[in-house]
């Protein structure tokens, strides 16, 4: 008992309600063991948001879908829409979960149940703490003294692992969505490998989560989520926003087409088990929104 409080706190130290306008009741989703959303974001600080994962969990179709949604798309950011076009990742950076919440289900009009919000130093101490995870390589590339290859599994600890997902300037495709694509698998890796209670209450590893990261899933919801939905990751299946980069407001943003969106919408909804919705229409921008939206 002593063990289990000490865990409990542990976990309860990162807990942060969001204002958020949640569009379902989540307890009974997770009560009746019904497939839920999670919006990852890794963040440096309150002012930095480098990356956004929108993750379901599916237990009866034993599947989890891994978004990736890139910073620098163009979108209405909920509650400064007169600032349009702005980057996804400035929700953050202006009105913190509430707002990256609120755009994320603007934008691809799928609910999004919970948040954790991890520091890049977070996910070094969750890997390393549980052991840490193993990956074939994406790409071939250096970074921070350590090589990876292409096609070639690698173990990741410690730095090591910020290494992998830290690098874009390296990568070859010189773009944001080889490092997406690395961050991903080492979140599915860390899925699979973590989903357990045995891990649950390994005290290293539950205190390498409090102060690395913050969500607002209490201890109960995290323990259900960990006994009943840890069959979902039986198959993790990945994808990403895919757009064009144009310059807007005076910045390099990318624009994402509603056909792109609708895809993405179509495949998370899919995940939540919810019937098909017209995507939402936050990143859409034609010719004449994005005049629309530089004047206003």
Do not use: C
Not at 161 to 188: C, E, F, H, I, M
């Amino acid at each position: 008992m002593t063990r289990y409080r000490s865990i409990k706190n542990a976990v309860n130290s990162s807990f942060v309600p969001t204002a958020a306008a949640k569009q379902r009741n989540v307890v009974k989703q997770v009560n009746k063991k019904k497939p839920v959303s999670l919006l990852v974001v890794g963040a440096d600080s309150k002012t930095s948001a480098d990356s956004a994962m929108l993750i379901t969990l599916n237990p009866s179709q034993k599947k989890t879908t891994v978004t990736s949604i890139p910073h620098m798309t163009a979108t209405r950011v909920s509650g400064y829409t007169k600032k349009a076009p702005s980057k996804f990742k400035s929700a953050y950076a202006w009105g913190g979960t509430k707002s990256t919440i609120n755009t994320t289900q603007n934008m691809l009009n799928v609910p999004v149940d919970f948040y954790v919000v991890a520091k890049p130093s977070g996910l070094k101490q969750v890997v390393t703490k549980g052991g840490g995870v193993t990956v074939k390589s994406s790409a071939t590339f250096s970074n921070y003294g350590y090589k990876f290859k292409k096609g070639v599994k690698t173990h990741l600890t410690g730095n090591k692992v910020l290494a992998y997902v830290a690098s874009y300037k390296a990568d070859p495709k010189g773009t944001n969505a080889g490092k997406q694509a690395r961050q991903q698998a080492v979140l599915s890796a860390v899925l699979k490998k973590n989903a357990t209670f045995k891990t649950l209450f390994n005290q290293q590893f539950i205190n390498s989560l409090a102060g690395a990261v913050k969500t607002d899933m209490n201890f109960n919801e995290m323990s259900n989520l960990v006994k009943n939905y840890r069959g979902a990751t039986k198959t993790v299946s990945k994808t990403a926003l895919h757009g064009t980069m144009k310059k807007l407001n005076g910045a390099n943003m990318k624009v994402i087409k509603k056909s792109e969106l609708q895809r993405v919408t179509n495949k998370a909804r899919k995940g939540l088990s919810l019937s098909h919705k017209t995507t939402g229409k936050a990143a859409v921008f034609t010719t004449k929104q994005l005049n629309d939206a530089a004047i206003k």
